[in-house]
Structures are given as C-alpha cells and as structure tokens.
C-alpha cells in the first residue's frame, strides 16, 4: 500500500478522488540506446489515479473506486505491454516506457470518464516504475478530457 499523499495541480472542483493501485507487467524499450531496458523485464507498477469533478452520479460516486482499478488492471496486469495496441514498437512516443505508459492509463480512464453522465476527469497519474523511479502525467489544463 502506498499511503502517499500526491501533488496534484490546483483545480475549481468540489471533489477530487484518488486511487492507488498495483499491476505487474513486462515490457522492454524497443531502441538501441535503451541499454538493459531493450531486453524484456517485468515492474511492479504502482499507480495514483487522480479524478475529479462537481457532480456525484446515481450511487453517490464521482467514480467508482473499483472502476478505475478494473479499467487498468485488467488490461495490463500480467502482460506485455509491447504487445497491447496501444503501445508502438515503431514510434517511440509510444514505446511502453514509464512516460508512455502513465499517458496510457490516462487516456484510457478519460476514455471512460467521458461517457458518463456526470463527467468527472482525470487530472492525473502517478505512476511508479521501481522504488526510486517515477513519472507523473498531467494533461495541459485544455488538453484535459
């Protein structure tokens, strides 16, 4: 468990959400320079999901915290994370590194937050490689979904 507090841009909501969760994954970074990262290996990823808005849905919820978890764990725990579609062997602003894969998770929980009726929104995430490495994705306030 990580019990962290996160730093989290200022924002005008009234409810603001975190949730923190692990998945294990492999991956390996797919350019001559990447040294050992070239070959497959495997994290821990923890990860802190930052949601947040002005209106509550039907069950009292901004989200769910167990939706947030689903949306990411079920997609990439115990994968590799080169071989999901969202990530690029080719481009390299799609290489599964700790920068990409933390855009990743954002895009795909703002894909979802999108479709619901109160439209909450994920303002970032926190996304933790090993125990000294970490990356945090925030989306340019225009930018945000």
Excluded: W
């Amino acid at each position: 468990m990580m019990q962290q507090i996160y730093p989290v841009p200022p924002h005008d909501y009234m409810y603001e959400l975190n949730k923190d969760f692990h998945f294990a994954a492999a991956h390996y970074v797919p350019h001559d320079e990447a040294g050992p990262c070239q070959r497959t290996h495997g994290h821990t990823y923890f990860v802190n999901v930052t949601v947040a808005g002005d209106v509550l849905d039907e069950q009292g919820f901004l989200i769910n915290f167990k939706m947030i978890k689903d949306l990411i764990h079920k997609r990439f725990d115990h994968r590799i994370l080169n071989d999901d579609p969202l990530f690029s062997n080719e481009e390299a602003n799609y290489f599964p590194t700790s920068e990409v894969v933390a855009r990743t998770i954002h895009e795909v929980i703002s894909e979802h937050l999108s479709e619901l009726p109160n439209k909450p929104v994920c303002l970032q995430v926190f996304l933790r490689e090993t125990p000294t490495s970490y990356c945090v994705y925030r989306p340019k306030a225009g930018d945000r979904s």
